[in-house]
């Protein structure tokens, strides 16, 4: 990695130069392509048909572009960063798997089409939600190519820990625990840093420790990736009360019926819509030093906040 490669800029080029639109399309094209590779014909054909049923299943796509794009922010190639993209959605749809499981969420509609329980069975479900987790370490460890030994190390440590009890699970828990109970907005942001903001976090910093991001690089993408974490927990909390379940391709009003505290039915639609707009805003600044090259990152975070599904 060279100085020039991680070094902040010293100017911003104007935000009209980057075409976010072509970006996001010809970035998740290669995704979904990496994705419907990483998991060819193998026994048993049950188990692997469950586990592409979700992992192909579309969606935003939005993590595995983060980490991309945080690769090549950092000076390394997207090319080096694809296998842990590609990881990062798998321990996404293995999280989604089992969130919708009856024990947990018992949602039967995700993305547009039933639920993996519902097609499959809980018990296939399950393992199918536990070889992607396992799949991930391995797309990392034994399917890359090109990136430092010790960079992927760190890689595994941090997917460790945000899939773990630190991370996934530890939010999940609280979440569960929380149902019917009143929560104050320090509970409510625990609970979705670690669910949802650890693993969107993972993305962005995954992504520059395999690019070579130096520390410097590393502390302001930590502060990025906690603010569109926590930003991309309230728009989702909003659409579950603004959109239908057809827009959602999920169901809509879920929080709602499971009687979970949201950042709306904390602070209100208004408020709430003001704090993620305010928390995207911090997220960018902390990028500033960066402007030119970080024009992916920042208009992925701007995209978080006008998404409506």
Known sequence: MTAAATSPDHGSAPADRFDFKTYLAQSKEQVEAALDGSLGPERPESL???????????GKRLRPILCLAACELAGGASSQAMPTAVALEMIHTMSLIHDDLPAMDDDDLRRGRPTNHKIYGE????????????????????????????????????LS???????????????????????????????????????????VITGALIGGADEELIKALRIYARGIGLAFQIIDDILDITASSEVLGKTAGKDLIADKTTYPKLLGLEESRKRADALVSEAKDALNPWAERAQPLLALADFITSRDR
């Open 161 to 203: 820990l945000v899939a773990g009890a630190p991370g996934l699970v530890g939010g999940q828990v609280v979440d569960l625990e929380s149902e019917g109970k009143e929560v104050d907005l320090e509970t409510l942001e625990y609970i979705h840093l670690h669910k949802t903001g650890a693993l969107l976090s993972a993305c």
């Open 48 to 58: 692997r048909e469950a586990m592409r049923y979700s992992l192909l299943a579309g």
């Open 123 to 158: 018990a296939v479900a399950i393992l199918a939600g536990d070889a992607l987790l396992t799949r991930a370490f391995e797309m990392v460890a034994l399917r890359t190519s090109g990136v430092p030994a010790e960079r992927l190390l760190s890689v595994v440590g941090e």
